[in-house]
């Protein structure tokens, strides 16, 4: 089979799932059908109907609203992530690989101890420290995805900054500011949209992990980890509470993976 | 094709991702009935002293390894155990108490008179910190008398037998708080911190021996994964799961068992904080929250409400009435929250233990309940560690819910923890009325009078609005069906040594 069809196939697949989550994020901010948190008894544990597409929980809440929101949480808390993760690790990896020499050493050697720790284990220590919810949670896996971007983003700096065009800007005197920021950090983009997106995914997952765990969103707030490990009380009686909120993040990290896999090769 | 291939793999392991997210297993228990793996909620505390724990889960394990002179029964009562018979002069002052023939101690040794005065010792030293210091605190003198041990008060005390429940423990032990020595059924082997602690029958017990050989106590601090963990086998045997857990596992192996937990669970709140300083603030909490939905909504209806820190077990002291001081209404609520200068509400923090699945479901109904009056509450989960240093020694914190119970079965240890300078007064409450109530009613000798002190002590927790009283939890058991025999006592206590293997 054709190599470009394939792909193709891909890059459309993984847009349409990333559009159905997009589209519940949206849904999730403005307007979900029944307030995520409203309680009602006489909906208890109700199973999947017209009114209740997905059914209802054990205090009788909506469980598609509640997804909705807790997709919204997800996306919001994975960005947050990344966006700590892509900053912090520009600055160290541009920093590190453009000037070398002694910063280089300290910083990149930190960066291995980082590394070198489990990022699940270093996201408890920090919320540990800084006590549950959110914030702690954004914090935490921020500070654990920096190192492989600042990694990443010093390889490419290294490589670039050797280049003949950079001697020759810098031949004209060129401050390293200037050639940092006009000339080398442009270059970056195309190794940054693919980590961006394989990041994207493991923060998506990485949520949904300490949520599970009670370290990120605080209950009655939806979270779709939270959801997960809620359902798990009635998980024989009411399966569907754990299914749709693990089937939405099924389709979020299939999106972005097909996404991420076809954008690659394409550039 | 190979990119298909590709994409499938992805498909599949991003759906086992989720799968492995909601699957926490644990190991398979052995089939032998002379092994039980008992779930429990959180680890014991760090010291397993019988006079030190103060901890209600760390206690009733203790109780299958600590004995006093007497212990309770199911039913409530007092009964002979290492003392074979007691009596009581007729002042009331003396208690004269006969030490059991053939009583060990897990380590070989005799249980001698000088056991007994040095367990007793150690609670009624005037420098005693224990958490029974208190109690024993009318003891005027004790003393062996050949096989007798002799007591005498200051004054009459209708509630001093309860105290001789304290464990008695050999005197030549000094490191008993992590080796830990009594004459229980069972006996201490070894624990490893947040993961198990192990116990073993001990064969040479004074009365019935335990049914079962080997116990392990598994932690569970996991609520979620409670259900998980009995259906996979790996606990045989876990008290208080909430009734969609029971749901869950009717069914399946198990027969679940009901009782009542016998605790007070309340929304407790700090009283040395703003805006809980404020009495019409905690007026219209009251006011708000309704323990009936609660009941209805996490519990399937099955609780008994309570409006002060008193439960039905404990009979004549229980008023039932004072469960209707604050009938749920929302205007009365916020008309007290805008006298209290609060026209808007406010928010505050609810910690609760994240291992107990019952307090957590109560905070969230009543964080839905609390927004009808504009009061924003939010739920922070915190390990029972820190709940337990920072919660109730550290009193940093606004609001929690939880369960509290009594260490003996007297009005007294359930009440004095509300007395100003209380060292387990963790709500901060002060209230010179109720310090002048509890007084009276422990300085008199008419049991009748003490009893109406301490029915006026709850009349102002709750009229005072210390709490938000809620219910004495149902509680069920859920027990697999290879053993049988479990009791239910009125006082938070799992007695192992009655459950026994089904032939």
């Given at each position: 089979?054709?190599?470009?069809?394939?792909?193709?196939?891909?890059?459309?697949?993984?847009?349409?799932?990333?559009?159905?989550?997009?589209?519940?994020?949206?849904?999730?901010?403005?307007?979900?059908?029944?307030?995520?948190?409203?309680?009602?008894?006489?909906?208890?544990?109700?199973?999947?109907?017209?009114?209740?597409?997905?059914?209802?929980?054990?205090?009788?809440?909506?469980?598609?609203?509640?997804?909705?929101?807790?997709?919204?949480?997800?996306?919001?808390?994975?960005?947050?992530?990344?966006?700590?993760?892509?900053?912090?690790?520009?600055?160290?990896?541009?920093?590190?690989?453009?000037?070398?020499?002694?910063?280089?050493?300290?910083?990149?050697?930190?960066?291995?101890?980082?590394?070198?720790?489990?990022?699940?284990?270093?996201?408890?220590?920090?919320?540990?420290?800084?006590?549950?919810?959110?914030?702690?949670?954004?914090?935490?896996?921020?500070?654990?995805?920096?190192?492989?971007?600042?990694?990443?983003?010093?390889?490419?700096?290294?490589?670039?900054?050797?280049?003949?065009?950079?001697?020759?800007?810098?031949?004209?005197?060129?401050?390293?500011?200037?050639?940092?920021?006009?000339?080398?950090?442009?270059?970056?983009?195309?190794?940054?949209?693919?980590?961006?997106?394989?990041?994207?995914?493991?923060?998506?997952?990485?949520?949904?992990?300490?949520?599970?765990?009670?370290?990120?969103?605080?209950?009655?707030?939806?979270?779709?980890?939270?959801?997960?490990?809620?359902?798990?009380?009635?998980?024989?009686?009411?399966?569907?509470?754990?299914?749709?909120?693990?089937?939405?993040?099924?389709?979020?990290?299939?999106?972005?993976?097909?996404?991420?896999?076809?954008?690659?090769?394409?550039? | 094709?190979?990119?298909?291939?590709?994409?499938?793999?992805?498909?599949?392991?991003?759906?086992?991702?989720?799968?492995?997210?909601?699957?926490?297993?644990?190991?398979?228990?052995?089939?032998?009935?002379?092994?039980?793996?008992?779930?429990?909620?959180?680890?014991?505390?760090?010291?397993?002293?019988?006079?030190?724990?103060?901890?209600?889960?760390?206690?009733?394990?203790?109780?299958?390894?600590?004995?006093?002179?007497?212990?309770?029964?199911?039913?409530?009562?007092?009964?002979?155990?290492?003392?074979?018979?007691?009596?009581?002069?007729?002042?009331?002052?003396?208690?004269?108490f006969h030490l059991r023939k053939g009583v060990k101690f897990h380590?070989?040794?005799?249980?001698?008179?000088?056991?007994?005065?040095?367990?007793?010792?150690?609670?009624?030293?005037?420098?005693?910190?224990?958490?029974?210091?208190?109690?024993?605190?009318?003891?005027?003198?004790?003393?062996?008398?050949?096989?007798?041990?002799?007591?005498?008060?200051?004054?009459?005390?209708?509630?001093?037998?309860?105290?001789?429940?304290?464990?008695?423990?050999?005197?030549?032990?000094?490191?008993?708080?992590?080796?830990?020595?009594?004459?229980?059924?069972?006996?201490?082997?070894?624990?490893?911190?947040?993961?198990?602690?192990?116990?073993?029958?001990?064969?040479?017990?004074?009365?019935?021996?335990?049914?079962?050989?080997?116990?392990?106590?598994?932690?569970?601090?996991?609520?979620?994964?409670?259900?998980?963990?009995?259906?996979?086998?790996?606990?045989?045997?876990?008290?208080?799961?909430?009734?969609?857990?029971?749901?869950?596992?009717?069914?399946?192996?198990?027969?679940?068992e009901e009782g009542t937990m016998n605790l007070v669970q309340a929304?407790?709140?700090?009283?040395?904080?703003?805006?809980?300083?404020?009495?019409?603030?905690?007026?219209?909490?009251?006011?708000?929250?309704?323990?009936?939905?609660?009941?209805?909504?996490?519990?399937?209806?099955?609780?008994?409400?309570?409006?002060?820190?008193?439960?039905?077990?404990?009979?004549?002291?229980?008023?039932?009435?004072?469960?209707d001081v604050y009938d749920v209404d929302l205007e009365k609520a916020?008309?007290?929250?805008?006298?209290?200068?609060?026209?808007?509400?406010?928010?505050?923090?609810?910690?609760?233990?994240?291992?107990?699945?019952?307090?957590?479901?109560?905070?969230?109904?009543?964080?839905?309940?609390?927004?009808?009056?504009?009061?924003?509450?939010?739920?922070?989960?915190?390990?029972?560690?820190?709940?337990?240093?920072?919660?109730?020694?550290?009193?940093?914190?606004?609001?929690?819910?939880?369960?509290?119970?009594?260490?003996?079965?007297?009005?007294?240890?359930?009440?004095?923890?509300?007395?100003?300078?209380?060292?387990?007064?963790?709500?901060?409450?002060?209230?010179?009325?109720?310090?002048?109530?509890?007084?009276?009613?422990?300085?008199?000798?008419?049991?009748?009078?003490?009893?109406?002190?301490?029915?006026?002590?709850?009349?102002?927790?709750?009229?005072?609005?210390?709490?938000?009283?809620?219910?004495?939890?149902?509680?069920?058991?859920?027990?697999?069906?290879?053993?049988?025999?479990?009791?239910?006592?009125?006082?938070?206590?799992?007695?192992?040594?009655?459950?026994?293997?089904?032939?």
């Amino acid at each position: 089979m054709d190599k470009t069809k394939t792909r193709n196939v891909k890059f459309i697949l993984g847009l349409t799932l990333t559009g159905i989550i997009l589209v519940m994020m949206i849904a999730g901010i403005v307007h979900t059908p029944y307030d995520p948190m409203a309680m009602d008894l006489s909906a208890k544990l109700e199973g999947v109907s017209f009114k209740h597409i997905m059914g209802c929980d054990n205090f009788g809440r909506d469980i598609f609203s509640r997804v909705l929101v807790g997709v919204r949480e997800t996306m919001f808390v994975a960005a947050a992530v990344v966006f700590i993760g892509t900053f912090v690790g520009i600055i160290i990896g541009t920093v590190t690989g453009y000037f070398g020499g002694w910063v280089d050493e300290i910083l990149m050697r930190f960066n291995d101890a980082v590394l070198a720790f489990p990022s699940v284990l270093l996201a408890l220590l920090v919320i540990g420290i800084m006590g549950g919810g959110t914030k702690a949670l954004i914090i935490a896996l921020g500070i654990a995805f920096v190192p492989s971007f600042a990694r990443i983003i010093r390889g490419e700096v290294l490589r670039i900054r050797n280049l003949d065009y950079i001697q020759c800007v810098r031949l004209y005197g060129a401050s390293h500011l200037r050639i940092i920021v006009v000339h080398i950090l442009p270059n970056l983009r195309t190794v940054l949209l693919s980590s961006v997106l394989i990041g994207f995914n493991n923060a998506v997952l990485a949520e949904a992990g300490m949520s599970y765990l009670g370290m990120g969103a605080q209950p009655p707030y939806p979270s779709l980890g939270l959801m997960l490990s809620e359902a798990q009380g009635v998980i024989y009686s009411n399966p569907w509470n754990a299914v749709f909120p693990g089937l939405v993040i099924v389709i979020m990290i299939l999106g972005f993976s097909l996404l991420s896999d076809s954008l690659e090769k394409k550039t | 094709m190979k990119a298909f291939k590709k994409l499938w793999r992805l498909i599949f392991l991003s759906a086992t991702l989720t799968v492995a997210l909601c699957a926490c297993g644990g190991d398979k228990a052995g089939d032998a009935s002379a092994h039980i793996t008992i779930g429990i909620p959180q680890d014991l505390e760090e010291t397993l002293d019988p006079h030190e724990a103060m901890a209600a889960g760390t206690r009733e394990i203790l109780f299958n390894i600590y004995e006093g002179l007497v212990k309770p029964n199911s039913n409530g009562e007092l009964i002979p155990a290492v003392a074979d018979e007691f009596s009581v002069s007729d002042d009331g002052l003396t208690y004269t108490f006969h030490l059991r023939k053939g009583v060990k101690f897990h380590n070989g040794s005799d249980v001698t008179a000088e056991d007994v005065l040095y367990s007793i010792g150690r609670n009624a030293d005037p420098s005693s910190e224990t958490a029974y210091a208190s109690a024993f605190s009318n003891v005027k003198e004790y003393k062996a008398d050949g096989e007798n041990i002799v007591i005498t008060l200051n004054q009459k005390d209708n509630d001093f037998l309860q105290s001789m429940t304290i464990g008695i423990i050999p005197k030549d032990v000094t490191d008993i708080a992590t080796n830990p020595v009594g004459t229980g059924p069972y006996m201490y082997v070894s624990r490893s911190p947040q993961e198990n602690v192990i116990l073993k029958r001990f064969k040479d017990y004074w009365g019935e021996k335990a049914y079962i050989e080997d116990v392990t106590l598994k932690i569970c601090s996991n609520a979620d994964s409670i259900v998980m963990d009995l259906l996979g086998g790996s606990v045989d045997f876990f008290a208080r799961i909430t009734s969609a857990q029971a749901a869950q596992l009717k069914d399946a192996d198990f027969n679940i068992e009901e009782g009542t937990m016998n605790l007070v669970q309340a929304m407790y709140l700090n009283n040395a904080v703003e805006p809980f300083t404020n009495e019409k603030v905690r007026q219209a909490l009251c006011y708000a929250v309704d323990p009936k939905e609660i009941i209805n909504l996490a519990f399937d209806g099955k609780g008994t409400e309570l409006g002060s820190s008193m439960f039905p077990a404990f009979g004549k002291y229980f008023v039932k009435e004072i469960n209707d001081v604050y009938d749920v209404d929302l205007e009365k609520a916020k008309e007290l929250l805008k006298e209290a200068g609060y026209p808007d509400g406010f928010s505050f923090t609810i910690k609760v233990p994240s291992n107990y699945q019952p307090h957590i479901d109560t905070a969230q109904v009543i964080a839905e309940q609390l927004k009808k009056i504009g009061v924003t509450a939010e739920i922070k989960l915190v390990e029972w560690e820190s709940w337990l240093s920072d919660v109730y020694i550290g009193r940093d914190y606004e609001a929690t819910v939880v369960g509290v119970d009594a260490s003996q079965m007297t009005a007294r240890a359930m009440l004095e923890r509300f007395t100003s300078d209380s060292s387990k007064n963790f709500v901060n409450f002060k209230s010179d009325a109720y310090d002048a109530a509890f007084n009276n009613a422990i300085s008199t000798t008419d049991d009748a009078k003490a009893t109406e002190y301490y029915k006026e002590c709850e009349w102002i927790l709750a009229r005072e609005a210390a709490n938000v009283y809620i219910q004495d939890l149902a509680e069920m058991v859920a027990i697999n069906k290879k053993y049988t025999g479990y009791e239910f006592y009125p006082i938070y206590v799992l007695d192992i040594a009655k459950i026994k293997p089904v032939k």
